[in-house]
């Protein structure tokens, strides 16, 4: 059984760019959640997504967006990167119905300068 | 606005010694979620408590659940140093679970030799 995976593992990039962040499901998991974890706090809820559509949102902007794949693999797309944007960013899988357990990857750390 | 609260922020303890971290949550929910994890690292499920009641041990660690009260306490017994970690605990506010986990601050656990 795989586990959950992110790519890549730490990224830097510069106020203003575009970046994306990729995150493999555990076999058998059809859900998929993001978080960002600041440094020194408690992760935040970003999305989730389900069936390849957004299932919930957390209180973070427009351009914090994401997509789901027909393998239930996801990806995270921030736009117009701020300094305040860097943090470790988490993915989670889970089964949608009575799971009751999401799984954490690994994280990718994105630093913006 | 669902709030987590965790107490206390940090925490050091002599190994052998008993102590416990609280979490207090502000709306109702009977799903709550314990999570481990190392500096630099993911997040390491613990424990997951679904019921009114719940209360669940792993080795040195047990975790209880009264959502009358919208508590919920994990419990260190004759602490060691691997033991030494950020502990979270999440709330799980949706209908079906795994839909948003709303976390608490943290708790910083140094245990000293």
């Known amino acids: 059984e795989t586990g959950v995976t992110q790519s890549p593992t730490h990224l830097i990039k510069t106020r203003g760019q575009q970046v994306t962040l990729r995150c493999s499901s555990q076999?058998?998991?059809?859900?998929v959640s993001w978080y960002q974890q600041a440094l020194g706090q408690g992760p935040q809820f970003i999305f989730q997504y389900y069936r390849e559509e957004e299932n919930g949102r957390g209180n973070f902007p427009p351009r914090f967006s994401g997509l789901q794949f027909p393998n239930y693999s996801s990806e995270l797309n921030v736009n117009a990167l701020e300094l305040d944007d860097s943090a470790l960013y988490l993915c989670?899988?889970?089964?949608?119905?009575?799971?009751?357990?999401?799984?954490f990857g690994p994280g990718t750390r994105l630093t913006v300068t | 606005e669902l709030k987590v609260e965790q107490n206390p922020l940090f925490l050091s303890m002599q190994e052998g010694k008993n102590y416990t971290i609280y979490c207090n949550y502000s709306t109702t929910s009977d799903r709550l979620y314990w999570y481990r994890q190392d500096p630099g690292k993911s997040l390491e499920s613990l424990f997951v408590l679904l019921s009114n009641g719940a209360v669940k041990q792993e080795g040195r660690l047990m975790a209880s659940l009264d959502t009358k009260a919208r508590l919920s306490t994990l419990h260190i017994t004759a602490a060691v140093h691997d033991l030494s970690a950020t502990y979270f605990c999440?709330?799980?506010?949706?209908?079906?679970?795994?839909?948003?986990?709303?976390f608490g601050t943290g708790t910083r656990l140094t245990i000293i030799p």
């Open positions: 989670a899988s889970s089964v949608k119905t009575g799971g009751y357990e999401q799984y």
């Open positions: 999440a709330v799980d506010m949706s209908d079906f679970g795994n839909e948003k986990l709303t």
């Open positions: 076999s058998g998991h059809n859900t």
